[in-house]
């Protein structure tokens, strides 16, 4: 089985927003989405399952991104491919899904796995684009993960309980953060994955235009940032003994009590 | 004149209170605005929408909608918006409707933006509003070009009803094959006994820090004392040592009490998505550098074993006093 895993790469530590560009900051380090990490745990374990297949790690971002690539491929990934290019700057999900999209299909992959969010912007959306644009069906939010026969099974959590789905490959998956512990990467993984192959891709290759990507193919803007409104005062207690005491007065002070 | 479609997500008989406080918010914008239900013997349903402020409820009644599950509903969304030119799609943010929202901007090469926690006009075009990287910086996001589609951020926008009815309007789909790929083998769907965790004023969560089950009577004498409810993260119900139906967070209950006592809670995004609206947030936690202390009210770093008998003392004798 060959799998395809689609990660991002976010900012490390100090997230914020450049004014100027009104675009994430990506300048400081960057490390891999840590939700992602659980779909690369679980493509790496349905291949050893299986004894055989690939898993193959993309990922769209600056040229950066092969820092969090370079980090599968030392968990065990095959290959990894980056899809990056100037023009791709700024895309939004249906841009994003697009040179995505064309990546995924130039691999046809019998399984593409997903993370539960993107770590940075909170965006919980692109397998569901993704799965829409390759006409594949789709399972989110999956806890569990098994496949036999052609087909995967997955356990959906949802508002209500759990849901078993059933979809034959290939299929799109995105993976909850619940469904395993991630793997670190062991020196001698780190040391081989320098060897491993590694391409990039940019708009050229992928045979999308440069309207259909980037700004020009993005369907949402941003208008401006501005600051939170006051949560009001934030209070923080280390118990003494008197903790309890304590928050007592404070339910007290806010008529809690 | 705008002309809005709001997905109303049902569960059972009811459509949902978080998809009924988006189509109020929608009334309130200028221009048309309708609702759509998708199931299976959903037309009953469909029409309390009316009384929330839509002019039209359109129904797709279909028993292979039965199944939650979204790419149908992309096919029958998709359709209804090419066929009656509406220019605005909402959700209010679920499992379910992430994917239908996120879907259906792939289908119509629609711009989504997602989490938002307001809409506005500014000279007649829709501006949405986005709290960004851990509510740090809020963000004013617009769409170039139609539809525009937006997902809200569940448990913003309270039903207000108006009285008025809707014209239930059925329609039919054609589906796309891959649509019906995914099939549900079965459901564990538990009803919740009692009241709901999303009507109480006052909850007391109980998270991993309680470190086995039994000392969720902990939690269950403090909010017993406190005259609230019950609420416990994904990963003690993951682990079974609470019921489902308590669970908070983006896969579980949206919550906003007056009070959100968590204990042992720490505050990963998947809980805080269905509790930061809480008005006043204590949390109580060993680790002081759980992210659950950067959106408290008030933060005690402490054991919660030795803290929670005595704050339950505490609350039942001034209670009784």
Redesign the interface.
Known sequence: MKIAVCVKQVPESTKRIDPSTKRLDRSGEGALNPFDAHAVEEALRLRDAAGSGEVVVLSLGPAKAADALRKTLAMGADRAVLVSDDVLAGSDLVATATALGAALRRESPDLVLFGQQAGDSDGAVLWAAIADRLRLPLVSQVGELTSSNGSIRGKRQTEFGYDLIEAPLPAVVAVSDAINEPRYPSLKGIMGAKRKPQETLGVDELGLSVDEVGEAGSRTTVLALSEPPPRGESRRIEDDGKAAEQIVEYLVEKRLL | MPKTLVFLEH?GNELQRAALGVLSKAATLDGDVAGVVLGSGVTEAASQAGAYGASAVWVCDEPRLEA????PR?DALAQLVRAEGFDTVLFAT???A??????L???L???????LTDLTLDGGEL?GKR???????????????EPRIG?IRSGTFDPAGNGAGADVRPFSVEF?D?SF??????????ESEGPSIEDAE?IVAGGRGLKEPANFALVEALAQA?GGAVAAT??VV?AGWYP?SSQVG????TVSP??YIACGVSGA??HKVGMQNSN?I?A?NKD?NAPI?E?????????IH??VP??T???RA??AG
């Open positions: 569960h939650a599950l979204p790419q992309v679920s499992v379910l992430a994917d239908v929202a996120a879907g901007a792939a289908r090469g629609a711009g989504l933006n997602w989490d501006v709290p960004a990287l851990g509510d740090s910086v809020y963000v004013d996001v617009g769409w170039k070009g997902l796309e891959f790929a995914a099939t549900m083998v079965e459901q564990a769907h538990e006052i406190l994904r990963a993951d489902y983006q896969t579980g209950k007056k009070l995004i998947q006043v204590v109580i002081a202390f959106y408290s009210d008030l933060g005690v770093v402490g054991d030795t803290i005595k704050l003392e505490l609350v001034r209670r």
